[in-house]
């Protein structure tokens, strides 16, 4: 694959990316040397092929189903997550028994914002991307202002549909009154994210659970290189592949089984669900997606990932260069 030269030259120049946040990783000197050139055979993302085609002529897949154009996926993504937004959160511990909370806390506090040693702390932006009705969002702010009581943290949860937003300003309003004030809302689509949030002046972009639903992954990928500070980090958490094939078979089981009738059970959709669980098995591998990440111009530390629960779920993440 085209994209491994790159990875073996980012694997071999950088041991570990950091685990406690972009602002502390990004003032190492050891980082600022290992990162201020450019990996052999790197790709900037105006290096790529851009395509003069529109959103209307692109296909993709909607769940098993092949040749949707990126529009109509897009189009049909929204009517999912509209239908499913009020029983969104009772439906997600009612599939995962709960476990989709410690992924997202340890998601979080491997990303540990607000812990920057500088003095007084440099304030961050965060993107929360396809943040839904706030889980990552909520979970950044308590660790920044909470645990490490550094309120110069912000958090933008962004997602394209107004319904799961709404469930997340509702949410929201039980935070503590700081914590509210450092949040803010912003209806957009990944794959073409507003004017409004400048190049260069995020830095730290989250997606979790969202990615797979994007009708182009690799043009949010440009675009989250787009608005990251150089130095700034990608991190994604996303359902991924179970590597023992004996839990593969129970999983697979549950989720083509169990998640559909739940669906139908408790929300009264399971055409909802049903997509759901295909668009887990249409994404790619644990390495396809890491290659994908460095292919956007992201250098990536160690394998780029680390699996959860054996593959259930991955974490996966990116730095955008010094000089990117
Ligand atoms: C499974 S939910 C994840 C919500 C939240 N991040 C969480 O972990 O609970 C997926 C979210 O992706 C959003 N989404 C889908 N396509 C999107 C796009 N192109 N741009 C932005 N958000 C998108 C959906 O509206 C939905 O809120």
């Given at each position: 694959?085209?994209?491994?030269?790159v990875?073996?030259?980012?694997?071999?120049?950088v041991?570990?990316?950091?685990?406690?946040?972009?602002?502390?990783?990004?003032?190492?000197?050891?980082?600022?040397?290992?990162?201020?050139?450019?990996?052999r055979?790197?790709?900037?993302?105006?290096?790529?092929a851009t395509?003069?085609?529109?959103?209307?002529?692109?296909?993709?897949?909607?769940?098993?189903?092949?040749?949707?154009?990126?529009?109509?996926?897009?189009?049909?993504?929204a009517?999912?997550?509209?239908?499913?937004?009020?029983s969104?959160?009772?439906?997600?511990?009612?599939?995962?028994?709960?476990?989709?909370?410690?992924?997202?806390?340890?998601f979080?506090s491997s990303?540990?914002?607000?812990?920057?040693?500088?003095?007084?702390?440099?304030?961050?932006?965060?993107?929360?991307?396809?943040?839904g009705t706030?889980?990552?969002a909520?979970r950044m702010?308590?660790?920044?202002?909470?645990?490490h009581?550094?309120?110069?943290?912000?958090?933008?949860?962004?997602?394209?549909?107004?319904?799961?937003?709404a469930?997340?300003?509702?949410?929201?309003?039980?935070?503590?009154?700081?914590?509210q004030s450092?949040?803010?809302?912003?209806?957009a689509?990944?794959?073409?994210?507003?004017?409004?949030?400048?190049?260069?002046?995020?830095?730290?972009?989250?997606?979790a659970?969202?990615i797979?639903?994007?009708?182009?992954?690799?043009?949010?990928l440009?675009?989250?290189?787009r608005?990251l500070k150089?130095?700034?980090?990608?991190?994604?958490?996303e359902?991924?592949?179970?590597?023992?094939?004996?839990l593969?078979a129970?999983?697979?089981?549950?989720?083509?089984?169990?998640?559909?009738?739940?669906?139908?059970?408790?929300?009264?959709?399971?055409d909802?669900?049903?997509?759901?669980?295909?668009?887990?098995?249409?994404?790619?591998?644990?390495?396809?997606?890491?290659?994908?990440i460095?292919?956007?111009?992201?250098?990536?530390?160690?394998?780029?990932?680390?699996n959860?629960?054996?593959g259930?779920a991955?974490i996966?993440?990116?730095?955008?260069?010094?000089?990117?």
């Amino acid at each position: 694959m085209a994209a491994r030269p790159v990875l073996r030259t980012a694997v071999r120049a950088v041991r570990v990316l950091p685990q406690s946040g972009p602002s502390r990783s990004c003032s190492s000197s050891r980082h600022v040397r290992l990162f201020s050139t450019t990996p052999r055979s790197f790709k900037s993302p105006s290096d790529h092929a851009t395509s003069t085609s529109s959103s209307t002529d692109r296909t993709t897949h909607f769940g098993f189903e092949d040749g949707i154009s990126e529009a109509e996926k897009t189009e049909r993504v929204a009517g999912v997550f509209h239908s499913v937004a009020e029983s969104y959160d009772r439906m997600n511990d009612l599939m995962s028994f709960g476990v989709h909370r410690l992924w997202k806390d340890h998601f979080v506090s491997s990303l540990n914002p607000g812990s920057s040693s500088s003095i007084p702390p440099k304030p961050q932006h965060i993107l929360d991307i396809a943040g839904g009705t706030g889980d990552i969002a909520f979970r950044m702010l308590h660790n920044a202002h909470t645990i490490h009581r550094n309120t110069s943290v912000h958090v933008t949860i962004s997602d394209i549909n107004p319904s799961m937003l709404a469930v997340g300003k509702q949410r929201s309003l039980s935070l503590p009154p700081s914590q509210q004030s450092a949040l803010s809302f912003l209806p957009a689509d990944a794959t073409a994210l507003p004017a409004s949030i400048l190049p260069n002046s995020i830095d730290l972009y989250t997606v979790a659970f969202g990615i797979r639903n994007f009708a182009n992954i690799p043009l949010a990928l440009r675009e989250a290189y787009r608005v990251l500070k150089p130095g700034g980090v990608f991190a994604c958490l996303e359902f991924s592949k179970v590597e023992n094939p004996v839990l593969d078979a129970v999983y697979k089981r549950w989720s083509f089984s169990g998640i559909p009738l739940i669906g139908q059970l408790v929300a009264g959709d399971r055409d909802s669900y049903q997509y759901l669980v295909e668009s887990i098995e249409r994404f790619p591998s644990q390495g396809e997606f890491r290659d994908m990440i460095v292919d956007a111009g992201f250098v990536v530390g160690g394998d780029g990932y680390e699996n959860l629960t054996g593959g259930v779920a991955a974490i996966h993440k990116g730095m955008k260069p010094l000089d990117g």
